[in-house]
């Protein structure tokens, strides 16, 4: 008679990064929070508890993205951790990383990078009229704002420096500064390193 083969039961001390993302449906969260936890994780584990070094990786990934930030008590509710040792865990982690740039910084680089984009698809569609960027935006991106104004008199895009191979490098390059805004420059460092 041959020895039957037992497949643990998934305790609340081994739930992964890639358990717990999938299980909270933020899968978007899991390349951010398991880099965040393999940096800093084991040692806020050892002080607030594996799941809640898991969790407080996740929560952390969540305030530095474009993600809503994950409420703790909601954390707490579907792995049954206490929610104090969940911000604990998150500001142990943390405080081992580079904080993010300031919200100004960040709003700035979005509002740019929206009005890159919005020029990037005008300019890619000919049937579609030009863009109409708002002033709210002038602050965020003045040189592209000057160019789309000189648009709506100027039917030729090469002429006023609409390029579309310049404006996707450009686009590329802001959405690198942002994410690196976003996660600071230790998090990002370590982010890019493990792509």
């Known amino acids: ?46 002080e607030f508890g594996h799941t809640a070094a898991v969790l407080g990786a996740i929560r952390l990934a969540s305030r530095r993205s474009r993600h809503a930030t994950l409420e703790c008590e909601r954390l707490a509710a579907v792995f049954g951790v206490d929610p104090d040792s969940i911000r604990g865990a998150d500001a142990m982690i943390a405080s081992h990383l580079t904080p993010p740039a300031d919200a100004a910084e960040i709003r700035t680089l979005r509002r740019h990078l929206i009005v890159t984009e919005e020029l ?21 991106a003045p040189w592209l704002l000057g160019r789309a104004e000189r648009a709506t008199t100027c039917s030729d895009d090469a002429a006023i420096g609409l390029d579309e191979r310049a404006l996707r490098t450009h686009a590329a390059r802001i959405r690198r500064d942002l994410e690196l805004a976003r996660l600071g420059t230790k998090l990002h460092a370590l982010v890019v390193e493990e792509r």
């Not at 929070?33 to 084991?42: C, I, R």
């Open 1 to 46: 008679m041959g020895q039957r083969q037992f497949k643990p039961e998934e305790t609340a001390e081994s739930v992964s990064v890639e358990q717990a993302v999938s299980r909270l449906n933020v899968d978007a969260l899991g390349e951010v929070a398991g880099t965040a936890f393999d940096h800093a994780g084991e040692l806020a584990a050892f």
């Open 120 to 140: 990037l698809t005008a300019v890619r569609s000919a049937t579609q009229p030009r863009p109409n960027c708002r002033p709210a935006l002038a602050a965020a």
